[in-house]
C-alpha cells in the first residue's frame, strides 16, 4: 500500500463505524432475546423495528464508508469490508 493511503486513520474510521453497527445489531438481538419468540405485543414489534432501523442505518453507512475509501483501490471492496469487520470483532486483529 501506498503511504497516503496506508494511514491508520483511514482504517482506524471504518473500523470505529463498523464498531458503532455491531453496538447497534447487539441492541436488536438482546431485544428479540428479551421478548423471546414471537408473537410479540405491538409495543414490542415497534420497539424492535425503531432499533432494526437504527441498526440498519448504520450498516448502510459503513457499506457506503467502505466503497468510498481510497482503500478499495488498493485492496478491492470485499477484502476491506472483511477486514474492518474481522477488525471491529477483534481489536487486536492484524492487519
Same mark, same amino acid.
Given at each position: ?17 463498523? %464498531?458503532? %453497527? ?7 438481538? %438482546? ?22 432501523? =437504527? ?5 448502510? =453507512?459503513?457499506?457506503?464508508? =467502505? ?16 477486514? =474492518?469487520?474481522?477488525? %471491529? ?7
Amino acid at each position: 500500500m501506498s503511504d497516503e493511503i496506508n494511514t491508520p486513520n483511514a482504517l482506524d474510521g471504518l473500523v470505529a463505524l463498523q %464498531a458503532a %453497527a455491531n453496538a447497534e445489531g447487539e441492541k436488536v438481538r %438482546a431485544l428479540a432475546d428479551e421478548y423471546g419468540p414471537r408473537p410479540w405485543t405491538d409495543e414490542q414489534h415497534a420497539a424492535w423495528d425503531a432499533q432494526w432501523k =437504527v441498526w440498519r442505518e448504520a450498516a448502510v =453507512v459503513v457499506y457506503e464508508a =467502505v466503497c468510498g475509501s481510497p482503500l478499495v483501490s488498493e485492496m478491492g471492496r470485499f477484502e476491506l469490508e472483511m477486514l =474492518v469487520k474481522k477488525m %471491529a470483532k477483534n481489536p487486536t486483529a492484524a492487519a
